[in-house]
């Protein structure tokens, strides 16, 4: 049972323009939701987060949007750089960041052409 | 951020033999130690979770005996999979995390493991 689903394996966008990478939850327990960004041959680096109280959390180039009816999370780069291309991975837990355990999506790989 | 390291990076083995990981939080102290495993194409599954001087407490589905991880120090954590067969091969990540620090869990650089 895949309770978080990305269901785009790749994207491939302009630098310059915006990228957009969703995810979708089924678990309406979940209450916090993380971004990662993984390199090849490297561990997950963190990237931006949000509680499930707010909608929007922003950090620089990098938004992350909540819609819990929807059970719906994006993030959005703008503007897209090519050293943005990488695998984007979605993680969400039930016990808020507190316990450390997330529950990670498939991955969407994001190219940004030059 | 913060560093994890894990070693080795990659490792091949034959099948019926034991391969140990280790991960260490090289510049801080981590409450808590994760490993996980990751299928190409596929998303990175928990394993277990490991507290310092404690036993770790296993996903379902994930055998305990055939995955022996120690966590014998706040920077150490070892998993060891026992008698290795080839549906063992796959990428194990490990993750270092503390409370009340920033509550975000630090990977390190995973391990491939292919068993022959």
């Known amino acids: 049972d895949q309770q978080v689903k990305q269901n785009s394996p790749s994207l491939s966008v302009q630098e310059g323009r915006i990228s957009i990478l969703n995810c979708d939850y089924t678990?309406?327990?979940?209450?916090?939701f993380l971004w990662y960004k993984k390199y090849p041959a490297e561990g997950p680096t963190f990237l931006i987060s949000i509680s499930s109280i707010k909608d929007k959390n922003e950090d620089g180039r990098f938004t992350v949007f909540l819609n819990k009816s929807a059970k719906h999370l994006s993030l959005h780069i703008v503007p897209s750089q090519p050293g943005d291309s990488a695998v984007y991975f979605c993680?969400?837990?039930?016990?808020?960041?507190?316990?450390?355990?997330?529950?990670f999506g498939q991955g969407t790989t994001l190219q940004v052409k030059p | 951020g913060a560093v994890v390291s894990q070693h080795p990076s990659r490792v091949i083995c034959k099948s019926g033999t034991s391969v140990k990981i280790e991960c260490r939080s090289l510049d801080f102290q981590a409450t808590t130690m994760f490993w996980y495993r990751q299928f190409p194409k596929q998303s990175l599954m928990l394993m277990a979770t490991s507290n310092e001087g404690s036993k770790a407490t296993y996903e379902q589905g994930v055998e305990k005996d055939k995955f022996l991880i120690n966590h014998a120090s706040l920077t150490l954590s070892t998993l060891t999979v026992t008698s290795a067969h080839p549906e063992d091969s796959s990428f194990y990540i490990c993750s270092a995390w503390t409370s009340g620090g920033t509550d975000t869990q630090y990977f390190g650089p995973g391990t491939r493991l292919t068993v022959l």
């Open positions: 678990n309406s327990m979940f209450d916090y």
């Open positions: 993680a969400a837990s039930r016990f808020g960041p507190h316990t450390g355990k997330l529950i």
